[in-house]
């Protein structure tokens, strides 16, 4: 009995059948190869996406304000000839090995003309080959480490000369104190032109990060710590920028602007944000926002310094505090500089800003105080009148 089925296992008609399976799925001759002409129209298909989607990161600095490649001045200019340097040195090192292997490929294929596909030799290590291949890239990134390192420390250590300016983070948006003049402003950071500006960075809650790409990389700022950053615009203008690190719901609407004014113009700025708003009157437009600001719950959080030291309203910078309304109207930003949104004027924004800061922000330590339209409507006349 045993014997029957073992022959039937080795020459019945079970075994032939598998022998016919194995033959005709031999990996050879298993599928043939698309025609040429496919393979190169999918290969050019390949190619054009991937040169449109690297395209995208050079699009104009209008539409796409966080780009590194537009750098405004010599840090992130620094940075930017690092990038190119590694770059290129990677472009060449890429082109080497695609064209060594391709040479190897077409030189060394299996032509087996005629007879049967043969076992090229095995080799099993070559100790000439591996100490090549580790000592090139060695050396290659000696090379890319020698102006890195340099730059990392270069781009934080700031000069004697820089102007200091505080940056300090909240959630959700960054609060600027100028130590000299000892002026509080927030969401827009004014420089002047042509300086270097030192950054002095600290975080009132969790940790945050600074990045303004067309004039420096990003810099953490850790509570209880201090980071410096070096900022330089070579030509007056805006520059957009944004906390780059996730610090809570409204992350992602915590930006910053920083706009940079001709040294004139800049000492001009300071000084009028060096001076106190003016009290308003009973008879003053601006009264009944007056009222407003200091009867529904804005003076618990929001510093206003005006011409009468008695009636002005001091929260310290320790304390847990929003924006100083001082010279709230000099600002083009607010909210964390993530309003006026485009085609939206200041004043309606501040409407939906004033009705309901949550809907806003999501997260907003300003609540929605349920003020009137009225009340918003006064507000806001207040508000713009403190140039
Ligand atoms: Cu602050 Cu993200």
């Known amino acids: 009995m045993e014997g029957v089925r073992r022959a039937e296992l080795t020459d019945g008609p079970r075994a032939q059948r598998a022998k016919l399976v194995a033959t005709s799925q031999r990996p050879y001759d298993a599928v043939p190869m698309a025609p040429f002409r496919r393979r190169v129209t999918r290969l050019a298909a390949l190619a054009g996406t991937a040169a449109l989607l690297s395209a995208c990161a050079f699009i104009e600095v209008d ?9 405004a001045g010599p840090f992130a200019e620094e940075i930017d000839s690092l990038f190119w340097l590694v770059f290129w040195i990677a472009t060449v090192v890429f082109a080497l090995v695609m064209l060594g292997l391709v040479v190897i ?3 060394f294929r299996d032509r087996h003309r005629g007879g049967e596909p043969k076992e090229p030799r ?9 100490v090549l291949w580790t000592v090139i890239p060695a050396l290659i990134l000696a090379v890319i480490a020698v102006p890195t390192v340099s730059s990392i420390f270069d781009l934080t250590e700031c000069g004697p000369d820089a102007i200091e300016i505080e940056v300090i983070g909240h959630q959700w948006w960054f ?4 130590p000299e003049a000892d002026v509080y402003t927030a969401n827009v950071m004014v420089i002047p032109a042509g300086q270097e500006v030192c950054a002095v960075m600290t975080s009132d809650d969790v940790i945050h990060n600074f990045w303004i790409p067309a004039l420096n990389g990003k810099r953490y700022l850790v509570p209880g710590q201090t980071t410096n950053l070096r900022l330089q615009a070579d030509e007056p203008g805006e520059y957009w920028g944004h906390c780059a690190e996730f610090c809570g719901l409204s992350h992602s609407l915590m930006r910053a602007r920083v706009q940079a004014l001709s040294p004139a113009d800049y000492e001009g700025w300071l000084a009028a944000q060096q001076e106190p708003s003016i009290l308003p009157a009973e008879a003053d437009p601006g009264y009944e926002g007056y009222q407003v600001y200091l009867n529904r719950r804005c003076v618990q959080c929001h510093t206003m310094r005006f ?8 929260i310290p910078p320790e304390a847990f505090n929003g924006p100083e309304l001082t010279h709230f109207a000099s600002r083009n930003v607010f909210a964390g500089a993530t309003l006026p949104e485009e085609g939206e004027t200041h004043e309606e924004a501040l409407k939906r800003w004033l009705a309901d800061p949550p809907s806003v922000k999501p997260g907003s330590f300003m609540p929605d105080l349920g003020l009137t339209e009225a009340e918003i409507d006064a507000l806001i006349v207040w508000l ?3 140039e």
Not at 175 to 178: A, G, K, N, T, V
Not at 307 to 314: F, K, N
Request: aromatic share 8%; no cysteine.
């Open 307 to 314: 011409d009468d030291a008695e009636a002005s309203v001091l």
């Open 105 to 107: 490929l077409v030189l």
């Open 175 to 178: 609060e600027y104190h100028y």
């Open 63 to 71: 539409e796409n304000p966080l780009t590194t490649f537009e750098p």
């Open 384 to 386: 713009e009148s403190n």
């Open 122 to 130: 095995q080799l099993h290590g070559s100790p000439k080959l591996e």
